[in-house]
């Protein structure tokens, strides 16, 4: 079943999540030493996936701003915001949206994006193959009971961004056969995505608040400038000569 990877991805960050609230309460001090380790660890990981495609920075740095361009025509944040305050009204608490939406954004990100999230999606759909997705699914087990205990029970609700995302990547390319298995095109979104990690661990550190969400954009964006960059390229050149 090619879907079988993302389903028990999604249930793990269920479960973790699960685990997290039922976790006794922990001191703030020690709630806010773990979660200044975390927030490093995330910045380092963020980086480290940035750095591993420095061939295409002019595309990444273009991603970032046509993405932030239309993150914040669409104001992604503000819908996301509005989804915290709702799923925080249904609960029942009242400690107010920004607890929730956070929690919910900052897990959303560290689950979806990555390279194994779309590398896994990828290969159980074209090969029926789910090892990455439950190595990933494992991972996610851990972060989610961490970030549970830390952050709230927002952390579940990123079960069903990672659902639909790695569930739609796995179906089309079920379909599309190995019209999505490109390497270079992975590389360049996870680049991206990798600055959009490290601007979570900023935002765990209230270092700043970054507009995280409204940046979401310029993974698909850095898509479409990877799959049209020869193109340009190529006419470029003939323009040159001509």
């Known amino acids: 079943m090619f879907l079988a990877g993302t389903l028990v991805n999604t249930f793990a960050i269920l479960l973790g999540a699960g685990i997290g609230v039922l976790v006794p309460n922990i001191p703030e001090r020690v709630k806010t030493t773990v979660m200044q380790g975390l927030s490093l660890t995330i910045i380092v990981i963020g980086l480290s996936m940035a750095l591993s495609d420095t061939k295409d920075i002019l595309i990444v740095i273009l991603s970032l701003v046509l993405g932030a361009l239309l993150g914040e025509w669409i104001n992604i944040e503000g819908w996301l915001d509005r989804i915290g305050g709702w799923a925080e009204r249904r609960s029942g608490k009242n400690s107010g949206s920004s607890s929730v939406s956070d929690a919910f954004v900052t897990a959303s990100l560290v689950f979806c994006v990555g390279s194994m999230a779309v590398v896994g999606a990828i290969q159980s759909?074209?090969?029926?193959?789910?090892?990455?997705l439950y190595a990933k699914s494992m991972l996610d087990f851990v972060t989610?009971?961490?970030f549970t205990t830390t952050m709230g029970f927002g952390v579940a609700l990123a079960a069903i961004p990672v659902l639909f995302y790695e569930g739609l990547i796995a179906t089309i390319s079920y379909f599309a056969g190995n019209a999505l298995n490109a390497p270079a095109v992975i590389a360049c979104m996870t680049a991206v995505g990798g600055i959009l990690i490290a601007a979570i661990g900023l935002n765990l550190l209230g270092v700043r608040k970054i507009a995280v969400g409204n940046l979401l954009p310029s993974m698909f964006v850095a898509i479409g400038l990877k799959l049209i960059a020869p193109i340009l390229t190529h006419y470029a050149v003939t323009l040159i000569h001509a």
């Open 125 to 132: 759909g074209l090969e029926g193959n789910n090892t990455t």
């Open 144 to 146: 989610s009971t961490v």
